[in-house]
C-alpha cells in the first residue's frame, strides 16, 4: 500500500459528460501528479501540483483540468468527455516538487466512457 | 524532445534464470533514470533509481546498469521467480528540475516455473 489513496475506482459514463476524480497524496508529500494510462499510449503524464500551485503541464487536454486543495488533495476534472478518454487515471506523490524523488502511485480509477 | 524506449514488449524466462531488460533513450541524457513494476490494473511501484554518475546499482536480487554513452540502462532480476512476473517501466526526467517523467511503455515479464 503506497498510501496514495484514489476515488472512484471504477467510473463508467457517457460520452458527452463530466467527471471528476479525487485523490489523497501519502501524508507529508507536497506534489501530487497526474497520469493517464492507455493501451496504446502507456504511462502520459498530465499535471503537477506543488503545494496547491500547478508546477508542470504534460500532455493534458483543454477538456481536462485539475486543482490542488489547502489540505493537499487533489481532484482531475474531465469534461466533454469522448470515447478515447477510457483509460486508467493514476495520482502520485512526492515529498518534494521536483528532481529525484520516487513517486508513489495509487491504485487508479479506471474510467470507461460508453 | 526526449524519447524513451523499452525495446520488449514481452520477455519469457526460465524460473531460475537472468532477466535482462532494456530501456534506451534519445537525445540528451537524464540526470537520472528510474525503474518501476507494475502489476495489472494496479499503480506503479518504485524499484530503483539511478544517478548518471552511477554505473551499477543493486538492491536485493536487481541490478540497474546505466551507461550515457550507450544511451541506455539494463535491468537485471537475478534467480527469477514467477512473482516476479510484471510489467517493468523505466521513467526518466523530462528534464528541468521539476521531476516530471516520461515513461516507457514497458516489458511484460513472463517467468515460468
Known amino acids: 500500500d503506497s498510501g496514495v489513496t484514489q476515488t472512484p475506482k471504477h467510473l463508467i459514463t457517457a460520452t458527452g459528460q463530466r467527471v471528476t476524480l479525487r485523490c489523497s497524496p501519502r501524508?507529508?508529500?507536497?506534489?501530487v501528479y497526474w497520469y493517464q494510462q492507455s493501451l496504446d499510449q502507456g504511462l502520459q503524464f498530465l499535471i503537477q501540483?506543488?503545494?496547491?500551485?500547478?508546477?508542470a503541464k504534460g500532455n493534458i487536454l483543454e477538456r481536462f483540468s485539475a486543482q490542488q486543495f489547502p489540505d493537499l488533495h487533489s481532484e482531475l476534472n474531465l469534461s466533454s468527455l469522448e470515447l478515447g478518454d477510457s483509460a486508467l487515471y493514476f495520482c502520485?506523490?512526492?515529498?518534494?516538487?521536483?528532481?529525484?524523488?520516487?513517486?508513489?502511485f495509487g491504485p487508479g480509477t479506471r474510467l470507461t466512457v460508453t | 524532445s526526449q524519447k524513451i524506449e523499452q525495446n520488449s514488449e514481452a520477455l519469457n524466462i526460465q524460473e531460475g534464470k537472468t532477466a535482462t531488460l532494456t530501456c534506451n533513450y534519445t537525445n540528451y541524457s537524464p540526470a537520472y533514470l528510474q525503474w518501476y513494476r507494475q502489476d495489472p490494473g494496479r499503480g506503479p511501484v518504485f524499484l530503483l533509481l539511478?544517478?548518471?554518475?552511477?554505473k551499477e546499482k543493486r538492491k536485493e536480487r536487481l541490478k540497474v546498469t546505466f551507461d550515457t554513452t550507450l544511451k541506455q540502462s539494463l535491468f537485471h532480476i537475478t534467480a527469477s521467480q514467477p512473482a516476479d512476473s510484471a510489467t517493468y517501466l523505466c521513467a526518466i526526467p523530462t528534464g528541468g528540475s521539476q521531476g516530471n517523467l516520461i515513461f516507457g511503455k514497458g516489458t511484460k515479464l513472463s517467468v515460468k516455473p
Open positions: 501540483y506543488y503545494n496547491g500551485e500547478e508546477r
Open positions: 539511478i544517478r548518471e554518475n552511477e
Open positions: 501524508s507529508g508529500d507536497l506534489s
Open positions: 502520485a506523490s512526492s515529498p518534494l516538487g521536483g528532481s529525484d524523488g520516487e513517486q508513489y
